[in-house]
């Protein structure tokens, strides 16, 4: 999951962005899929025991823990050595917006710039956002994957009763 994230987001940034609307709707369903298809494949691995809802939704958020990680791995090294120049003008972009709503004093934006900064270029907020945010995400998803890709324990199993004899 963090791999697919990884090159969508990789696709995000060779592209133009014309290609954006497609790209994440490519990766909207992409991951989805991918959602069912592992929790699926989880949850027949345990035919006579069953496999919960909640069960289910802790898989996904795993997935989605883990995912995080390489998701934020790939963006430290995206923002740091690979698309420098792409961040830095995204980075600027939202600078320059803030400064022209007026909203904000010269010190409170001096706070911003560097609050955004470390957000962008910092290994651990990086890290911590990316995670936080697949959580969030992968479990917003789990909540309704789970829902279909649960199982009930089989009620024909004969093992426990044969085990109490």
Do not use: W
């Amino acid at each position: 999951m963090g791999l697919v994230t990884m090159a969508f987001s990789l696709l995000g940034m060779v592209l133009p962005t014309s290609f954006g609307f497609v790209i994440n709707l490519a990766s909207f369903v992409v991951t989805l899929y991918l959602l069912f298809y592992f929790t699926k494949r989880r949850a027949d691995q345990f035919t006579k025991e069953g496999y919960s809802y909640a069960q289910c939704l802790g898989f996904i958020v795993a997935m989605g823990i883990f995912a995080g990680i390489i998701a934020g791995a790939y963006q430290i090294v995206a923002s740091n050595f690979l698309f420098p120049e792409k961040f830095e003008e995204m980075y600027n972009t939202v600078i320059a917006t803030y400064a022209q709503m007026g909203t904000f004093d010269n010190n409170m934006m001096d706070m911003m710039k560097t609050m955004m900064h470390s957000y962008i270029y910092s290994p651990i907020p990086v890290l911590f956002t990316q995670v936080l945010a697949s959580i969030f995400t992968f479990g917003f998803y789990g909540l309704f994957i789970a829902i279909g890709t649960k199982r009930e324990a089989d009620i024909f199993d004969n093992t426990s009763s044969e085990d109490d004899e």
